[in-house]
């Protein structure tokens, strides 16, 4: 599955939080690709590939394509839309 979405935060922080995450301190996900504009995580159950695209106004689009993990891409997104307000909050 494939999904489109924006937030108001640099690609570098989409990563960080990603890594942070779905990562051995979130889900304890496999890092299985690290590259400056894809993330690919694995687990028993399918995968999450993370590509977040600049955009203008210091937004990104984040395309994110997984195969099950439905609740925690939820979760992440939730998470991405709590640091973009934050980061809006304090401008």
Not at 66 to 82: G, T, W
């Amino acid at each position: 599955m494939a999904e489109m979405h924006p937030f108001r935060l640099s690609p570098d922080e989409v990563i960080q939080q990603a890594l942070k995450f779905f990562g051995p301190d979130g889900i304890d996900l496999e890092l299985a690709v690290q590259e400056p504009e894809r993330l690919r995580f694995e687990g028993k159950d399918g995968f999450i590939e993370l590509e977040p695209r600049p955009d203008t106004n210091n937004q990104v689009r984040l395309l994110i394509q997984h195969k099950n993990y439905d609740q925690e891409i939820q979760a992440f997104r939730r998470v991405l839309s709590q640091q973009s307000a934050g980061q809006s909050q304090a401008q």
